[in-house]
């Protein structure tokens, strides 16, 4: 019952102080709207400006996009350092950093600039579909605020104690910032990283499939049609969904799932898509088996998707060997991100000899590990 109440309690302040309604203002323009400045100056947290924005970046296929996020600096303009994290997994644009104030904003009122994405497929790209879990692009889109918002401090005369950046994820956001770091210390190397701060994620996306399938059990059931259609979208599949999702299982994913009409703790602890935690309750038998054409070109998009992947007869860790500090928890009792996910990482981690401080332990749910990240940040950061 108290893991429940925890659960329940941590979403909640997802969506608490809602910001709905404020102008954007774009990173990449010279100066920000007057308008748009007051309003967020206007609405602010303590000390602290929380700032809509937009900048430029690129979707999956290399084409521009415009995309948003938030921005929080101290009004006094007085700055740490900046500190960009990624966000966990989301459904609705009313949960989303530019349009609340989320969990992850621990450190919004400890003088950084803190910077929080939307996502390609939410916010002003609410158009678009999402790509979930898909590494690069996620990468391209976390790493382009960043460069945007360094130029954006500097017009604004915020004032950095040092310049050096710290980068922070959990859960879809711990798999973004990930291969938002492999992105910066690959072709940004005069970009200094402090640290590195990671839990909860999907790094090894096939291998989460595996262990999925496998045990006929999914922690969060919308993930599953999530999955599917977003790999999809990120690689132009053209996945038929039928052949994947059975008929009532489509169905509610269109309503729940890909509408952006609910939130993710309205569809997950209102059972929305269904209350079975079983694959089977919602894929098709062949869709499961990736063995089969359709399928292989399915579990073919997850391996893209995948930081490092390993399986029973294939590792593949690539060539990237971290130089960043790096921070990394997990929960043995995960079963909305299976630990098996920190295990693949750890083979890298080791194999190439990274600097990791390793947290992996009995922590309880996701939840309840995501708790414990950020009281982690709330200590060290």
């Known amino acids: ?81 900046i500190v960009i994290q990624a966000h966990f997994t989301s459904l609705s644009n009313t949960e989303i950093p530019s349009a609340s104030d989320r969990a992850e904003s621990v450190l919004r009122t400890k003088n950084y600039v803190l910077l929080q994405p939307d996502y390609l497929g939410y916010g002003i790209s609410s158009e678009r579909d999402h790509p979930y879990l898909a590494c690069d692009v996620a990468a391209r889109n976390v790493v382009d605020m960043l460069l945007a918002a360094r130029d954006f401090t500097e017009r604004m005369g915020i004032e950095l104690e040092s310049d050096s950046v710290v980068l922070i994820g959990y859960s879809q956001g711990a798999h973004a910032i990930l291969a938002a770091l492999r992105l910066l210390e690959t072709e940004y190397p005069e970009i200094p990283i402090q640290q590195c701060y990671i839990g909860g994620g999907p790094y090894d996306v096939a291998r989460t499939y595996d262990v999925t399938i496998g045990q006929d059990n999914v922690g969060i059931p919308f993930t599953v049609p999530f999955l599917i259609y977003g790999t999809s979208c990120a690689y ?59 399928s292989k070109r399915l579990y073919d998009g997850l391996i893209r998707s995948s930081i490092v992947h390993v399986s029973e007869t294939d590792t593949i860790l690539g060539d990237w060997t971290p130089r960043t500090p790096i921070f990394m928890l997990h929960s043995t009792q995960d079963t909305s991100v299976p630990y098996e996910n920190a295990e693949s990482l750890q083979l890298m981690f080791e194999r190439k000899g990274a600097n990791v401080r390793y947290d992996l332990g009995n922590f309880g749910g996701h939840i309840s590990a995501l708790l414990r990240f950020l009281s982690v940040l709330d200590k060290e950061l």
Do not use: W
């Open 1 to 81: 019952m108290k893991n429940r109440f925890v659960h329940i309690f941590a979403l909640l302040l997802t969506f608490a102080a809602c910001t709905q309604g404020r102008e954007y203002v774009n990173l990449n323009q010279p100066a920000p709207a007057e308008d748009s400045l007051v309003q967020a100056l206007s609405a602010t947290l303590l000390q602290t400006v929380a700032m809509p924005c937009s900048y430029e970046s690129a979707d999956q296929f290399g084409e521009p996009v415009t995309l948003s996020g938030k921005v929080y600096f101290p009004k006094d303009k007085q700055a740490k350092r």
């Open 236 to 294: 132009g599949l053209n996945l038929d969904l039928n052949y994947f999702l059975k008929p009532k299982a489509l169905a509610r994913a269109k309503k729940y799932v890909f509408s952006q009409n609910y939130t993710a703790a309205e569809v997950q602890l209102l059972g929305k898509v269904g209350a079975s935690h079983k694959v089977s309750k919602q894929m098709r038998r062949q869709g499961m088996d990736k063995t089969q054409p359709e």
